[in-house]
């Protein structure tokens, strides 16, 4: 455990119990007169043995007090937080489509629960390609017919990937049925927008920021086209174009065949057309200065989050902050008590008599 002390500047007023002790130690004892009373030579009492007691409680008071004041601390942790980096909102689909099958890693699942899981290694890391995304902001939002958002931006990527994990597919008919691939991205740049407006709010009052956004993107996941929602995608890109977010559009599956999906009650399958459409979300995406791929399975999306990664890679400057816990309280409290207990002493026991 690493030991420090905040203000060693106060061992300087040590000097004070130290002079009360020297001027107590070599100052010679005045003569002890007592006319008449030769017969008591010889006699000791308890209450000269400590007459110094009270002189020395005050000085251990004072040296308790200056050692309180140095401040003593003890490591408890330590945070790195980023100085700069990338704001990232994932926005995923969560239509019924989403329920298709996809290869994973040998085995095959729902294409939501692909997403889900390479997300979690995109913010995470998983050890190989993707080393995570520590320095960001990142935020979620999913959408079917309508657009929500799960998770604010924030440095704390468990609590997305959480709420990731935490996402169900939503049924098929309406009014939660549908793709508002538009209404997912306007929001999006709603979110990102906003983080930056309070980050320049608060420089413009004088408070130093603790974060700044070198660059705002939107990951847009979905496996089909745009037929809900208020907001068609193309106007949300124009929104996202003016206000510096870059569109990443990532297509999930499009073979143009027949996929086979759940029914409302879980084994009923229900074919329905595989298509994504590629046009538009090309057309999105190069209007923002993003670009569009196509996964076909885990590692195909794998690979697509690596690219991201490298293009929105910064070089990031980290600040970090050492968390200390104060030992002053304990310390203050003896000192008190010390001197309480000699003034108890000076005033009672061993009270000086004219």
């Known amino acids: 455990m690493s030991f420090q002390y905040g203000s060693s500047w106060a061992f300087l007023l040590l000097i004070v119990p130290a002079a009360l002790l020297a001027a107590r130690l070599f100052r010679a004892?005045?003569?002890l007169v007592l006319p008449g009373a030769s017969h008591l030579a010889g006699f000791s009492s308890l209450r000269l043995h400590f007459r110094a007691l009270p002189?020395?409680?005050?000085?251990?008071?004072?040296?308790?007090?200056?050692?309180?004041?140095a401040r003593p601390q003890t490591l408890t942790g330590r945070v790195e937080t980023s100085k700069e980096g990338v704001a990232i909102q994932i926005v995923i689909d969560r239509s019924a489509s989403m329920g298709a099958p996809m290869e994973f890693d040998g085995r095959s699942l729902e294409r939501i629960e692909v997403v889900k899981r390479v997300l979690r290694d995109f913010l995470l890391g998983d050890g190989k390609t993707l080393k995570g995304r520590p320095d960001d902001?990142?935020?979620?939002?999913?959408?079917s017919g309508f657009a929500d958002t799960l998770a604010p931006l924030v440095h704390n990527h468990d609590i997305v990937v959480d709420m990731a994990m935490s996402t169900q597919l939503a049924p098929a008919a309406l009014p939660e049925g549908g793709t508002a691939i538009g209404d997912g991205l306007a929001l999006a740049a709603a979110r990102l927008k906003s983080a930056e407006e309070q980050i320049q709010k608060r420089a413009k009052a004088g408070i130093p920021p603790d974060f700044k956004i070198k660059s705002k993107v939107i990951v847009l996941l979905t496996d089909g086209e745009h037929n809900r929602g208020e907001v068609?995608?193309?106007?949300?890109?124009?929104?996202?174009a003016e206000w510096g977010i870059k569109i990443y559009s990532i297509g999930i599956g499009g073979t143009g065949g027949v996929v086979f999906i759940r029914g409302a009650d879980g084994r009923q399958r229900i074919p329905i057309r595989d298509y994504v459409d590629e046009r538009t979300l090309t057309a999105i995406s190069q209007r923002t200065g993003g670009k569009y791929w196509n996964a076909r399975n885990a590692e195909s999306l794998r690979e697509i989050y690596a690219e991201i990664d490298r293009?929105?890679?910064?070089?990031?400057?980290?600040?970090?902050?050492?968390?200390?816990?104060?030992?002053?309280?304990?310390?203050?409290?003896?000192?008190?008590?010390?001197?309480?207990?000699e003034i108890f002493l000076s005033a009672t026991l061993l009270r000086r008599f004219p």
């Open 29 to 31: 004892p005045p003569p």
């Open 55 to 69: 002189l020395i409680l005050r000085a251990a008071a004072l040296a308790m007090l200056a050692i309180a004041i």
């Open 137 to 143: 902001l990142v935020g979620l939002i999913v959408f």
């Open 232 to 240: 068609l995608p193309e106007d949300a890109a124009a929104i996202a």
């Open 311 to 341: 293009l929105e890679r910064v070089s990031v400057t980290s600040q970090r902050r050492t968390i200390y816990e104060e030992k002053f309280p304990p310390l203050a409290l003896a000192s008190l008590w010390l001197l309480a207990a």
